[in-house]
């Protein structure tokens, strides 16, 4: 792949080079949101590509050797990716920085986690048991646990290594056979990982990696019936596009779609804290995550000494070159998502909110897509308090009483993340088991581990990243009924105790 010129799909085992001279090749361009520069282009692959990647890859799954390898095997493969994911770390952070935009400082974090979702699932595969059920009677009955085919992951830009690297360490772990579509958008750094998982052992044809949009590329993926399983993370509108075409082939999905995330702030909380919370919750990836806290809501005894002091560090936030490490606040994706969060502003000034800062798009040094961290007093049910905006527009409203908290907090269709900040224990446990969310942090936010699931409830989506669930639902159950006792008697002139059932 060279990042310069064109990136281009990795297919068996190789990164399929066309020319740009090509006339049946329709390229598609990948901008450096920060500074609007030509980063590469990709193609965008065909439906006769797609179909015929396809066919590859269910062949790799019926003959080939990874759905069939030892447990001890992926457990090598998936952790020596790992170790080299590692040692080529300076270059995923480089490209994720590049084509997201992202302030490097957040990169480092980020990527440097990366790597142990390789190594959780490597461990599950190895040490994943099946079960004997207390079937009654003279009969063993086993479970097991098998890979359930070709499976196809359609992944966001805004993180573009870590939520690939999630599906794709699931399903690999588990034995299947992947195509990841990674966002036209951000795909440079998972493009990159096909050779990483090929050096590691992973046989030729078990991940493939295509390029194109999801309107094209994604539906023609997404619409083959021969999949297994869809797993995608991304809107509400993706998902109702694949749902139906993937209900009629009976293919399952697994999606995660967004939120709307409350950060819950009590009385209790000292002030100066919990304006960190903030801070961290809304602006991290300039609010271009799934659980951006995007609303805050504070209780009315603590509200006028929060905000005031919220809105005094908000505008001493350093928007800047990403590649700079004193830069806190990062590009948005593209120009359509300054003029989303511009629309926001505007509409939740008209319905009544009031500005407190930030509010309007900027650049650095004249290029580029930035937006001012921006905070708006608002009602609970402005439009801006109900809908996502993937930007860093974010909602304060204020809370007269715990249950007004609670109410607001699961007032929206989305139940993704939430996170509640208080210093009573009691309330603490009391308020996170009535917010209804997938995920509910105590005195944090963003918090992600391999082990840990992740998916939300209501609009938010359907299934779990990570942890013992995702893998399952990466493999299907064989159910081996050993009888050496019930005698097949049924027919016998002399029944007896026949057993039927």
């Excluded at 009976?250 to 409350?262: M, N």
């Excluded at 204020?398 to 939430?418: F, H, K």
Aim: charged share 20%.
């Amino acid at each position: 792949m060279d990042s310069g010129l064109q990136a281009y799909s990795w297919v068996n085992g190789e990164y399929s080079i066309r020319s740009e001279d090509d006339p049946s090749a329709k390229l598609i361009p990948i901008i450096n949101p920060a500074t609007e520069e030509l980063i590469a282009k990709i193609e965008i692959t065909s439906s006769e590509a797609v179909h015929d990647i396809v066919s590859k890859s269910l062949h790799a799954f019926k003959n080939g050797p990874w759905p069939r390898a030892d447990s001890s095997e992926r457990f090598a493969v998936l952790s020596k990716a790992a170790g080299m994911m590692r040692e080529r770390m300076h270059d995923f952070i480089r490209y994720e920085a590049m084509q997201t935009g992202r302030p490097i400082r957040e990169m480092r974090a980020q990527l440097a986690r990366i790597p142990e979702w390789l190594e959780y699932f490597a461990s599950l595969a190895r040490t994943m048991e099946g079960r004997v059920t207390p079937f009654k009677g003279p009969v063993v009955n086993t479970l097991t646990r098998h890979p359930l085919g070709v499976v196809a992951q359609i992944t966001p830009w805004n993180h573009p290594l870590l939520i690939a690297t999630k599906k794709m360490a699931a399903a690999l772990a588990a034995g299947n056979c992947v195509i990841v579509k990674p966002s036209e958008l951000a795909p440079l750094s998972v493009l990159m990982m096909g050779k990483i998982f090929q050096a590691a052992g992973l046989p030729d044809g078990a991940l493939q990696i295509i390029t194109g949009t999801g309107p094209e590329t994604g539906k023609y993926l997404c619409q083959d019936r021969r999949l297994a399983k869809i797993d995608l993370t991304g809107g509400l509108g993706t998902y109702r596009a694949i749902a139906p075409a993937a209900s009629q082939n009976l293919i399952s999905i697994t999606a995660e779609l967004g939120g709307k995330a409350p950060v819950c702030i009590f009385e209790s909380m000292a002030v100066g804290r919990a304006v960190q919370a903030a801070l961290f919750a809304s602006f991290i990836a300039s609010g271009q995550t799934c659980v951006t806290g995007s609303r805050i809501l504070v209780h009315d005894k603590i509200y006028d000494e929060f905000t005031a002091l919220l809105v005094e560090r908000t505008k001493k936030l350093r928007i800047g070159d990403p590649t700079l490490d004193d830069t806190q606040i990062g590009a948005v994706i593209n120009k359509a998502a300054v003029e989303r969060c511009t629309k926001f502003v505007a509409e939740a000034v008209s319905e009544g909110g009031k500005l407190l800062c930030g509010g309007s798009p900027t650049t650095v040094t004249g290029k580029g897509f930035f937006f001012h961290p921006t905070l708006i007093e608002t009602s609970a049910t402005s439009s801006l308090s109900c809908n996502e905006v993937f930007g860093p527009v974010i909602a304060i409203i204020r809370c007269t009483s715990e249950d007004d908290m609670i109410d607001v907090a699961n007032s929206t269709n989305y139940a993704l993340g939430a996170s509640v900040w208080t210093n009573d224990f009691a309330q603490a446990h009391r308020v996170a088991e009535k917010i209804e969310a997938g995920i509910v942090w105590i005195n944090g936010h963003h918090l992600n581990d391999p082990s840990s699931p992740w998916g939300g409830f209501k609009e938010s989506g359907v299934g779990k990243e990570n942890g013992i669930e995702a893998y399952e639902s990466y493999t299907k159950v064989k159910s081996t009924i050993i009888n050496y006792g019930i005698l097949p008697t049924w027919f016998d002139d002399d029944v007896g105790t026949s057993r039927y059932g």
